[in-house]
């Protein structure tokens, strides 16, 4: 039985169980929904069997070793992804402007950190890419146990991650992707390469573009070493199953049919706007990241512009660009609107 399929079922006994809401207690009325099917493992509900089996699913459907859910976030997959592969005075290479998880994960192995430095692209006022040779550089005479790289970036630019899977191969390194903001690249092939089947481990969010509920996460591994000892060492032996059966369900349609062509028709749709867009500059290697410059504005005037004049929130901005995020919720009527206001920029 799936997560979601269990969720469902209506349970008859009494409980005198956690949560002690007893799923008909409702503090947070506009919730009340989400009370009823938060549910715990007792004898009356087994979820913990059906979590087996949906991640095992997931396994198949991302062709790793092993897919693992999150409920707190890719900051517990990256955390994880380090627990299990770094010990106690080993070092961890890992870029200096990185999320602060990657540092913090470091730290919580008791593990050495080593910081590299990436090039910026001075025109938009983003990093660059992580490359081979960066990479390379340390690894030669540093006795590094594990890498992390981030890509893609926030803005969108990819790292090459099967090269630099190859230069970690060649020193015996693990390799750790935290591709929290490229969930949807399994699954269409006009977004950039996933490292789900080439890195060691990879660590995805799918509510950051692929229409997951806050803070829903995976963590994908494909080597030998057995994720599961970390996890349960960070994770709550209380996870929320609503989020777990969210997860579930997310993965299905991310993989069905209707869940690809929806991908499609926002790549398409996006590109159209770009095209039609031709008094600004937009850059990047993930289409779903709109990286947008306008030649009369600094990236921070243009985001003042579209958030006083059209009402319409970026995701992040810099002294050249501005970068508004797409996903799985981004329709053709958002777009639309973004479009007009982008043409009506003089």
Known sequence: MSLVNLLKKTCRKTLFTTPSHAQGFFIFHKLRNFYK???SETEAHDPETALNKAEAKATKIYGTKSTSFLTNGSTSGIIGAVLSCVKSGEKVLLWKNAHPCHLNAVKLAGGIPVFYDLEKIEEWDIYDKTTPEIIEKYLKDRGIKAVLVTSPSYEGIVSPIREIKK???KYGTYLIVDEAHGALY???ENLPKSSVKIADFTIQ????????L???ALLHCNCEVDIKPALRMINTTSPSYPLLASIEKNINYLNSQKGRREIETLISEIKALKEECGNC???GDDATKILVKHPNYTGEELSEILYDKYNIEDERTNSKSTMLLCGIGTNKAKLTRLKQALKGIK
């Open 167 to 169: 230069v970690c191969e």
């Open 186 to 188: 399994p699954f269409s």
């Open 281 to 283: 500059e937009f850059f």
């Open 37 to 39: 099917y938060d549910i």
């Open 214 to 216: 806050n803070p829903t």
């Open 205 to 212: 969010s799918l509510h950051k573009t692929a229409g997951g």
